[in-house]
């Protein structure tokens, strides 16, 4: 089971991870959770939209942009919270 992936340099711990291909271009999808000391940091990389991604348990490495994005809560900025954040990368 995946348990971290790469996304530039910052390692995300995830708690499910999918992976299937489409028209030959890895499709990642994967859920994390942010807590509200975290969520600035991560908005701001994800806010990117287009990372290199390494999945070191499969030996995957490939240039991905976010093509599906949502969280659990819309405002983490309240301490204390944590939110689970979808995320589905598609090789590009």
């Given at each position: 089971?995946?348990?971290?992936?790469?996304?530039?340099?910052?390692?995300?711990?995830?708690?499910?991870?999918?992976?299937?291909?489409?028209?030959?271009?890895?499709v990642v999808s994967f859920i994390?959770?942010?807590?509200?000391?975290?969520?600035?940091?991560?908005?701001?990389?994800?806010?990117k939209g287009t990372f290199d991604t390494r999945i070191p348990?499969?030996?995957?490495?490939?240039?991905?942009?976010?093509?599906?994005?949502?969280?659990?809560?819309?405002?983490?900025?309240?301490?204390?919270?944590?939110?689970?954040?979808?995320?589905?990368?598609?090789?590009?």
């Amino acid at each position: 089971m995946v348990r971290n992936i790469v996304l530039n340099d910052t390692e995300i711990e995830v708690k499910h991870y999918d992976r299937k291909t489409e028209e030959g271009h890895q499709v990642v999808s994967f859920i994390f959770d942010v807590t509200s000391e975290e969520y600035h940091d991560v908005t701001v990389l994800l806010y990117k939209g287009t990372f290199d991604t390494r999945i070191p348990e499969e030996g995957l490495d490939f240039r991905g942009t976010i093509i599906n994005y949502s969280t659990s809560l819309d405002n983490l900025y309240e301490e204390g919270q944590t939110g689970e954040f979808r995320v589905t990368l598609q090789e590009v």
